[in-house]
């Protein structure tokens, strides 16, 4: 069973950096290939926020929020994504969510995704 585990969430203050990974505790990921990885954010009463996305083969696909400031990057040897971000604003504060989708497109869409961690926090302060 994919059981996704995020880390490397905090507290910082605006203009910092955090690094985000998310690894599958389950082992069962390496069992996968093509599979997406995705990073959402969500604030209390808000839907679930694409961040940004990386496919198998690389292509990344992000929010114009965070364009230009966050990275997403994977290692398919040890299944795991990770997530940095710079130049961090207060409206990035919320908990950051890892998540796999196994096929098909339209990345940005949380329903569409398989597995999900169960979040980070991360908190900018002014």
């Known amino acids: 069973q994919v059981q996704l585990v995020e880390s490397g969430g905090g507290l910082v203050q605006a203009g910092g950096s955090l690094r985000l990974s998310c690894a599958d505790s389950g082992r069962t990921l390496r069992t996968f290939t093509g599979y997406t990885m995705g990073w959402f954010r969500q604030t209390p009463g808000k839907e679930r926020e694409f961040v940004t996305a990386?496919?198998?083969?690389?292509?990344?696909f992000q929010s114009d929020s965070v364009k230009g400031r966050f990275t997403i990057s994977r290692d398919n040897a040890k299944n795991m994504v990770f997530l940095q971000m710079n130049s961090l604003k207060p409206e990035d504060t919320a908990v950051y969510y890892c998540a796999v989708r196994r096929a098909g497109s339209y990345y940005t869409r949380a329903p569409l995704y398989d597995y999900w961690g169960q979040g980070t926090q991360v908190t900018v302060s002014s």
């Open positions: 990386i496919t198998w083969s690389g292509n990344i």
